[in-house]
Structures are given as C-alpha cells and as structure tokens.
C-alpha cells in the first residue's frame, strides 16, 4: 500500500493564482482531513470529510475549497492565492473520527 | 470545546537522559489520546494512543504515556533518549462530541544532543 499520497511536494504561486493540492489514500479510509501547519502553531484543519460527497468546514476554511466524488480523493482548491497561505499542507486519513490518523507527506506552498 | 495544550515548545536533553514532554487537555466528555511524532521534512505519524482500558500505553520504541483523568493529562516520557528521537512531538484530543475532529496541541520540540 501507498498509504496516503500528496502532489506536488514544492510549489510556488504568485498572488492571486490557483492551484489544487492533490491528495489520494489507498486503505479504503472514509475519513481525510486536510491541515495546514505553520510554524509553532502546530497543525490547523482547514477542511474534513466523513465520506465521499460528504464535507464539512473546519477551524481555517476561508480561502480554501474541497471535494470527495471517490472514497480515495481529495483534492484541496486553492482561489486566489494570498502570502497568508504561505505554509505545509498536511492530508490525512483515518477509518473513523477516533481512530488513527495516516498522514500524506506534505506539500510546502509559498505564495509570493 | 475542546482543547490541547502542549508546555513546553522547546525541550532540549543530553542522549541517554530521561525526558517527559508535557500535555493537558481540557473537555467535558471522554476523550481519546494520542501522541505523534514528526521527523524533519515528514508526515506525522502515530506513537501511542489511548482509547480505554489500562491507562499507561506504550509505543514500541520505548516511550510511554500515562492518561490521568483527574489532571486532564496525557504527559509523554522516555527513560533514555537517543539522538534518533529527535523530532517534534504532537499531543493530539479527539472528544466524543458527535463532531469528527481532533484537535493538535502546537508540538514540543524535542532536541538530543550527544
């Protein structure tokens, strides 16, 4: 198994682009999550889903869009890029809300 | 709601020493525990956690957690550390609230020198 997956692992975006941030597991995983990390602030949940076409906001949407049409994607929208969106992209999954998160390794975005 | 609250952001210790890595948690209901642990440049990935039962749990690289209810803490130790286990360390809550959301604690630093 790949566990979780992420594309890409570096981009730069200039403000005002777009991009999707690309995130696929292969455990069957009905949970995934997408965090942001930024330094000494530990990881913050900009979106969840508990299945697929089932999504919901978490603590930091604003800025930021999901989707789950499969059970093994989801992709997280980036409109309109600002330098607040600067920071690692952590995506993870887990077979239900206590269990064990599987974490994807990572994609650093820097907006300039 | 919930909350984490790791106390220390930095926590730098000789190799061989022992080390503890503190974190409480605040919630009205029962919650479940983790530790996990996140190597330069990677995804975090799980320590140890607990659920219920025996409320000293252990990972299989030789550190331990204690959940104490009373405290609301899930403090994370290790009798002797080695330059390997450093890396930053994250206390993480999930409450049975009916919501789906784990909330992290903003991670300990944990420095071994040699």
């Known amino acids: 198994n790949a566990g979780v997956t992420q594309t890409p692992k570096f981009r730069i975006l200039k403000i005002g682009q777009s991009m999707t941030l690309q995130c696929a597991q292969d455990?069957?995983?009905?949970?995934m999550y997408w965090y942001r990390q930024d330094p000494g602030m530990g990881l913050k949940l900009i979106y969840y889903?508990?299945?697929?076409?089932?999504?919901d906001k978490g603590e930091v949407p604003n800025g930021y869009n999901v989707s789950r049409s499969t059970t093994e994607d989801f992709p997280l929208r980036l409109e309109l890029a600002a330098p607040s969106q600067t920071s690692v992209y952590f995506c993870?999954?887990?077979?239900?809300?206590?269990?064990?998160?599987?974490f994807g390794p990572g994609t650093r975005l820097l907006v300039l | 709601a919930q909350s984490v609250t790791q106390l220390d952001s930095q926590v730098p210790v000789f190799e061989e020493a022992p080390v503890e890595l503190r974190c409480n948690y605040s919630?009205?209901?029962?919650?479940?525990l983790f530790w996990y642990v996140q190597y330069p440049n990677q995804g975090l990935q799980l320590l140890l956690k607990?659920?219920?039962?025996?409320?000293l749990v252990e990972s299989i690289n030789g550190f331990e957690a204690e959940f104490n209810k009373s405290q609301t803490s899930f403090h994370l130790r290790k009798p002797s550390v080695h330059i390997s286990d450093t890396a930053e360390y994250f206390c993480?809550?999930?409450?049975?609230?009916?919501?789906?959301?784990?909330?992290f604690g903003a991670g300990t630093r944990l420095f071994v020198k040699a």
């Open positions: 607990y659920l219920s039962g025996s409320t």
């Open positions: 993480a809550v999930y409450a049975d609230t009916g919501g789906f959301k784990t909330i």
């Open positions: 455990m069957n995983h009905n949970y």
């Open positions: 919630s009205s209901v029962s919650v479940y």
């Open positions: 889903s508990v299945g697929a076409g089932i999504t």
């Open positions: 993870a999954s887990s077979l239900g809300g206590p269990e064990t998160q599987y």
